[in-house]
């Protein structure tokens, strides 16, 4: 049976959020199984609370865990028993695991995932990929979102390669159009890195590249996949996410301030909560981790059940879209001779 | 009397919605002149619709144009009699004018800006400054936000002091908090450029430094100013737009569904209205080009008129609140010497 792993010790609230999203999972589908790597005698007290299968879930006991405080580089090396390198190492060698998730420190789930499950032949950087909904109700997938501050444009480039990967094998778009992050949509704008990058990606014919977008493209536009590098990206995204906060706050304050406006609510309340449910991105999962030779996923640190749940059955449905192989095969078509580093 | 040029010409809309604009302005306040720059035929055609006191109108011709479509380094060269370039003349040459408002080429109107209307001494680069409303009920000043994409550590420190200034001038804020906009809140987060960046503006004691922000604190947090480079802060400030759209939309969607929605909406109208009257950033005008010897205003190129009034009397406002002087003030104390190029 196909396994998840899943670090029940990552996030700010672990290990109880983690185990409920986790068992959530694994009573809304009955095909898969789940490893939780952690303290055994907390993650047992946490399982203990709910009704599911026994004989689909493992526990692993780890005597450590990695937090936000420790150094991510550091920590993966001298943390050899921490959930999180605990959970890699399994996912690397075990052939029935198939995905792992934390919702622990992005910094150690990325360092641990190059050096524990390694990168697929010929990616130069592996990079962090979130779903963000859009305004036809669908998904723009926002790649790089933090994982390279630093970039080359060929790593933009590959970046435009592995996200159409993953559009095709997670959410069936089959000709996904790429667009290039930028700060205006005209071919010459953007820094020196920017317009290399831009030149590079015209001359792919393995993507659908559609030129430069802007920031209000993400959610408003006609692009399937948003092309970053990872500090912009990371600003794109954290930006979408305090607006979607304001926007939330805002209401639930307009509508709270009379009886009136609380007699408003209960006639919108509909509306207002279809409204958040298409905003809510946790809803996606969270944002894959692209470019290795296993599918893993970053959750929001801040992550409770409900956003651990959809990442659960992200990695299953990554797994059996086959995200990996057809990964491999599109960076094979295009990846140049020693792209390797 | 005080005088305000409008490029009657510039953006989208132009000239109908900016001299409707204006003269809105025009209207709401009885102590300000305003100079309309513009095919004079178009200008007072537009002018005959409306009631408001003649003598407080000036219309120059201009025969030329400013569009998208030129290259803003060329054409502020070339098209010596065009809206924007006699607009900002006049800005220059009069005592009388105070500011300069234009939803033309963002492009056009930094390189005329800098041409025709001049830094103030220190000022490395001038930077575009939107004030973007946030969960607090107040605004964060957004700064540069896309007139330098490639940017040098010391014009990040220099943003943060004018962004100051321009908060005490025009929002009244006594003592601004300044945070540095990257891809994580720890000190050490980011590319060289704002780990650079961090370490001088901790050495600024003219502004009050708060550290590292991330895009959510844009919106969410508790800073009144979010330095950036032009080039993510365009990112961020077009990623929030992206969302702030795309909620209205959804929303709107929602609300016409049914019957039952739109019963539902006359209930909510008016708390649905606060919320988008609370997220419309057009209310506070356009982006304040900061760091020039006067005012100089660039509104968003689809401006309509209630996008143009706000921003017409934003220029009144700076020019009275002592922009330029306090901007001076602040940049005498702090700049190195050398520090113009």
């Known amino acids: 049976m196909l396994h998840i792993v899943v670090d029940a010790m990552g996030g700010d609230n672990a290990p109880a959020e983690i185990v409920k999203g986790a068992v959530l999972a694994l009573n809304e589908r009955k095909d898969f199984g789940i490893i939780l790597t952690g303290d055994e005698n907390l993650v047992r007290a946490e399982l203990g609370k709910y009704k599911y299968d026994a ?45 792992f998730v934390s919702a622990g420190s992005t910094g150690a789930v990325l360092t641990g995932g190059i050096m524990f499950v390694g990168r697929l032949k010929g990616v130069q950087r592996p990079a962090l990929c979130p779903a963000i909904p859009n305004v036809r109700g669908g998904v723009t997938l926002l790649c790089d979102c933090g994982a390279n501050a630093e970039c080359k444009p060929a790593y933009l480039a590959q970046f435009g390669i592995m996200a159409s990967a993953y559009a095709k094998a997670a959410f069936g778009i089959q000709n996904p159009r790429v667009g290039l992050l930028t700060n205006g949509t005209e071919e010459h704008k953007g820094d020196p ?40 990206g990371n600003i794109a995204l954290k930006s979408i996410e305090g607006c979607g906060k304001t926007v939330g706050d805002l209401l639930s304050k307009e509508f709270r301030k009379s009886f009136g406006s609380k007699l408003a609510y209960l006639c919108a309340r509909k509306q207002v909560g279809k409204l958040k449910y298409m905003l809510d991105y946790n809803r996606f999962g969270g944002s894959v981790f692209l470019g290795l030779k296993k599918v893993v996923i970053k959750s929001h640190g801040s992550s409770k059940a409900k956003s651990i749940t959809p990442s659960v059955l992200q990695a299953v449905d990554a797994y059996r879209g086959n995200l990996i192989g057809m990964l491999a095969d599109m960076l094979a078509e295009t990846a140049p001779e020693g792209a390797d580093e």
Chains 1, 2 share one sequence.
Do not use: W
């Not at 050899?80 to 605990?86: A, E, G, P």
């Not at 792919?204 to 993400?218: M, P, Y």
């Open 55 to 99: 004989s689909r879930v493992e526990v692993i006991h780890c005597s450590e865990v990695i937090t936000n405080d420790d150094v991510p580089t550091h920590a993966v090396r001298s943390k050899r028993d921490s959930s999180l390198v605990v959970g890699l190492k399994q996912l690397k060698e075990r052939d029935d695991v198939g995905g």
């Open 193 to 232: 890195l920017h317009q290399e990058a831009h030149g590079l990606m015209k001359d792919l014919q393995s993507i659908d590249f559609a030129g430069n977008i802007e920031g209000r493209d993400i959610m408003y536009g006609d692009v399937d996949v948003a092309v970053a590098d990872g500090f912009s």
